[in-house]
């Protein structure tokens, strides 16, 4: 598994550090110019390689623009005065400004990969016009196969990156292709439509170019790589972000019966460093552990601070950390059944919680092994679940939330109070789900508890339309333990405030804007 992951991740092993160093570099094409592409298919590999590595400068951040910003993580230091630690508190209280450096960080590293991505499109000859993707001759000399399968997985990795920041920043630049710097400049921002519009193009495409290959029928030194299932699976993502469900069924269906994909036996398995890319996963960004530079830095930056080596090898910085509100939603008795996902998902290290779900052991502080999963296969069916609605408590969708919570060690409901233990959705009495906000509720729970930490739950609140109510009611379920300690005070009345519509949306960085001396760029509202 370990060999497969150097080769999927990265070109190190295999190609050596030849006259392609600079792909593999965290700024692959700083060095390259406009009219220089890559001119054959190991050289549009080695690139594409570099744009998968480059995945992982964004998780850095995005886990405090997300997770930060909704009800599963806080800064776990209220009277904290570090800058790090009052970064988190700006995003986490809906506090921070057009200035902030983690807005902007997670902004440049996103769109420095999508340059690097864009230059692997233009040397496959993929272009993006009239709304449709158009793939032609390009500088490279690849076969028709080949050019399909490698502009299949740029465009859905473009696509993945203006995903999340037509989420969280609104309407952004769109770069469909390499530009030199006087030319970004007279790029203003698109429509949020036109964002999407581009998404949607870029994902069918990559849908259409991959291969229908099942999962354990592609070649091993394959896994990691795009497929058109994880393509699938992340449009259906869109269309219910569009609100176009039908749409997004379809493609669900599509995975569940087609692609060999499926649910680990054990919560646990998904996430172990000995079972990557398994069954469950469709798409991870990959980390590789060994001293490469490629190593996961979470593992030590979620571990609790003076934990020495106790908890992981280095310490931890504490950052990421759990909030009570979700600590206290996993169903765990001494006795009878109990949601097994906890134990995976958040640990204590003496009274600290902490984010557990991507610690391994390390030899070197911030190089884990742990892969993240962007897509997995019970996202699918809690999708399309979604999609369905609901259907009446013996329905379709609420037996999908059963499935899930039956792999987490959820038991058949008797007597007693239902909410003391982790139990399916019984049919009929007690317990079961019998109006379509009810249902709604439990799905969003579901999410929270099944992908807490993955940095998914900001986006499933967004989607549904519940994101403000939500963090509002966890601002009042926590200030007397943790918000009223702050200095100066605030008052639940007006922390509750700072959380409006518009404050959703994240500033344009005010670098972007203060930095063109040829258009003006539009500010989103109230920043």
Known sequence: MKKIKILIVSSLVALGFSGCQKIIDQDPVSNVAVNQFYRNYDEVKTALSGCYNGLQEPLATEWMLTEQRSDISKQSSPTSATTSNIELNELNMYLENATHDKVYDYWISTYRNVRSVNYVLKSLGASYENGAIKLGAGTASVSDTQRKQLAGEALFLR?????????????????????????AKMINRSSVEDNYKLIIADLQAAASYLPRTKYGAAPADDLGRVTTWAAEAMLAKVYLTLHRKADALTLLDDVIANSGHGLETSYANIFSTINEMNKEVLFAVRYKAGGLGLGSP???????????????????????????????????????FADQRKAVTIGTYSTKLYVKKFLSPVLVKFDAENDFAVIRYSDVLLMKAEAIGFDGAAGVSVGLINQIRQRSGAGTYTTGNFDAGFFLYPAVGTGSIATSDAFLTALLNERRLEFAFENQRFFDLQRNDVLISTVQKYFSDEYSTHYRRYQPTITLADLQAKVTQNK????????????????????????
Request: aromatic letters at 10%; glycine letters at 8%.
């Open 298 to 336: 979470m593992a030590n930056t979620f571990a609790p601070t003076s934990s020495g080596s106790a908890v992981i090898n280095g310490d931890g910085s504490g950052l990421n950390y759990p909030t009570t509100s979700l600590n206290s939603a996993y169903r765990t008795p001494t006795t009878g």
């Open 504 to 527: 959703t949306l994240l500033p344009i960085p005010q670098r972007e804007i203060d930095t063109n001396d040829k258009i003006i760029i539009p500010q989103n509202a109230d920043y």
């Open 159 to 183: 696509a993945y990156h203006y995903f999340n920041l037509v989420r969280l920043y609104g309407g952004v630049f769109l770069l469909t292709e390499p530009v030199d710097a006087d030319a």
